[in-house]
């Protein structure tokens, strides 16, 4: 038992013997008054770094020293350290540290046994892979030292020609595909060839200009993330601050009302107060002329039964005086043609007034509320990515011009002779030959127009748009309507009464598309292509209901646009 300690002595873990601060074997190692070892370089570096303070510390317990300590090599630890490397040399056997062939990688086609090393290099002229413990000939060995080494990435198997059984070193450019030199004198005998050196050097530089634009494109999306992320900590800021104002008003207009129901339960006592008082004195009054006329009737039924004919003109003339109060007049009570029910009925008129602003108010803050939002998803770019918006539409009856009708399931305007088909309606525009949807608008939505005839505008609107006027009621002379004018001669967009000349192909069909949340408003020419016109950006603060309008007079009769059914 000892003979076979002795043999293979103790294992030292190597741990125990590094530096603290370089991690590494000890080298000249010392050892200072606190027990703890080191690297004399790595101390002495340690302690230069602190000689202007002149306190010098161990790194580990923080035990300090002054003077600094002077350093003597720890003779026993350096023996035991380089016993300990050359232990591990010897105790490394070429293959040790290797880890066997996985499934997916090389295996080295030297390595005896059922479990391979992994092989790290690969020889394209012995056509063979090595794991390291294999390779250190081609490293030593003259010879083997001018065999070009490849990393074993893949199967040497994979680079031979399955047809020749011989190293693919040769690149087809006209079959774009890697070949052996025998296959250049074989199928591929007329072909554009180049050797793969030449090709690897050909796609390197397309390689570099690739892997420019990935690292640009990588620097843009972290300036997009970068921005992403900002944009999400200021709308997390906003959303608390909009919490905050939303509490801070809603508290204020409570506080408001709070304060408005204790005035006015102060005037309703107070005016009760004062019309008690005043009917309180009169009530006394009143009760005190009774009182005198009862007074009064008593001594005239007295009087009436004297027999003494003196003393009864003599009592009569001081009796027959009136005895009411001058300033109580008859009929002094007259009750008011209002009561305290008339100030129920204005509180209540109050309430529902509130009540209606709320709701008035409420779909406007609900709308603005939703179209807030940190990102938005990408605009589309082909006909098929806007035909995923597309969204029904039908035009109203109670908005379109007299003189036009309505077809095609309420999708088709039409020119004519028309009046008084449609009924009068508030919604009715009465001198502007246009109609609008009944669909109001506030997200993401595509439709497409067509027409037969002069000059159509295909529009947006918000629904409170003038419908009397002869001017502003029409589309883009307004700053509640955007449109686009087609006609035989080009386009015009018209918004707040301006207008600007819009240059594109010609086309019967027009595609628009409206992102409510991102302000963006789209007019695209459709033919056998799709087209953009005209974008508008703005900010939108009520649904939008798409339009459509006649530029020309009545006597063009039969013309007509139409909403293209998409969905």
């Not at 999400?232 to 009302?257: G, M, P």
């Not at 379109?400 to 999708?411: A, C, D, G, I, P």
């Not at 953009?532 to 649904?543: G, I, K, M, R």
Request: proline letters at 5%.
């Amino acid at each position: 038992m000892a003979e076979q300690q002795q043999e293979h002595g103790v294992d030292l873990d190597q741990s125990q013997f590094s530096c603290p601060v370089c991690l590494d074997l000890l080298k000249e190692p010392v050892t200072i008054h606190c027990g703890h070892s080191y690297c004399r370089s790595c101390l002495e570096s340690c302690w230069d770094q602190v000689k202007a303070k002149g306190k010098y510390s161990c790194p580990q317990c923080r035990q300090t020293f002054s003077p600094r300590p002077v350093l003597r090599r720890n003779n026993m630890l350096a023996e035991v350290v380089e016993k300990l490397k050359k232990t591990s040399s010897q105790k490394a056997s070429p293959s040790a540290g290797l880890a066997c062939a996985g499934p997916a990688d090389v295996a080295c086609d030297f390595c005896c046994g059922t479990q391979p090393k992994k092989a790290t290099m690969s020889c394209l002229t012995c056509l063979a892979s090595y794991c390291p413990a294999h390779l250190e000939p081609h490293h030593s060995v003259p010879v083997l030292k001018t065999h070009q080494l490849v990393s074993a990435t893949i199967p040497l198997q994979e680079k031979m020609c399955t047809k020749h059984n011989k190293l693919m070193e040769v690149y087809c450019q006209t079959d774009k595909r890697c070949i052996c030199y025998l296959c250049t004198i074989d199928d591929h005998k007329r072909h554009v060839t180049t050797s793969a050196a030449a090709e690897r050097a050909e796609e390197q530089m397309q390689l570099v200009v690739s892997q420019k634009k990935v690292q640009e494109r990588e620097k843009e999306r972290e300036k997009e993330l970068a921005e992403l992320g900002q944009a999400l900590k200021d709308f997390k800021s906003s959303t608390q601050t909009a919490v905050k104002s939303c509490d801070k008003i809603f508290d204020e207009l409570i506080s408001s009302i709070k304060r408005k129901r204790t005035l006015a339960k102060q005037l309703i006592k107070a005016q009760e107060k004062t019309a008690v008082a005043r009917a309180e004195e009169l009530q006394l009054r009143l009760e005190q002329e009774i009182a005198k006329l009862k007074r009064r009737d008593a001594d005239l039924e007295q009087l009436s039964h004297t027999e003494d004919h003196i003393h009864f003109i003599q009592i009569f003339q001081s009796l027959s005086s009136p005895c009411e109060s001058p300033d109580l007049p008859p009929g002094a009570v007259v009750r008011p043609q209002r009561s305290i029910q008339t100030v129920t009925g204005c509180m209540s008129e109050l309430r529902d007034d509130i009540e209606k602003l709320l709701k008035d108010k409420w779909p406007q803050i609900s709308l603005t509320v939703s179209t807030v939002d940190v990102v938005l998803p990408p605009l589309p770019k082909t006909r098929e990515e806007f035909l995923c918006y597309c969204c029904p539409l039908t035009l109203d009856a109670n908005s379109v011009y007299k003189y036009f009708s309505l077809s095609q399931e309420h999708r088709r305007v039409t020119c004519g002779y028309y009046e008084n088909y449609y009924a009068d309606h508030s919604d009715r525009f009465t001198n502007i030959r246009q109609v609008l949807c009944r669909e109001g608008l506030s997200e993401r939505c595509y439709w497409e127009v067509s027409w037969i005839g002069q000059t159509w505008s295909v529009a947006v609107s918000y629904k409170d748009i003038s419908r009397k006027s002869s001017y502003d009621s029409e589309f883009g002379k307004n700053n509640k309507s955007w449109s686009l004018l087609c006609s035989p001669n080009g386009y015009t967009f018209w918004h707040g009464g301006s207008s600007r000349a819009v240059s594109g192909p010609k086309s019967s069909k027009i595609g628009v598309y409206l992102d409510y949340k991102a302000g963006i408003l789209s007019f695209h020419s459709i033919s056998d292509t799709m087209t953009l016109l005209h974008t508008v950006e703005d900010t939108f603060t009520q649904p939008l209901y798409p339009g459509l309008g006649l530029n020309t007079d009545r006597s063009n009769s039969g013309y007509y646009a139409e909403l293209i059914k998409l969905w």
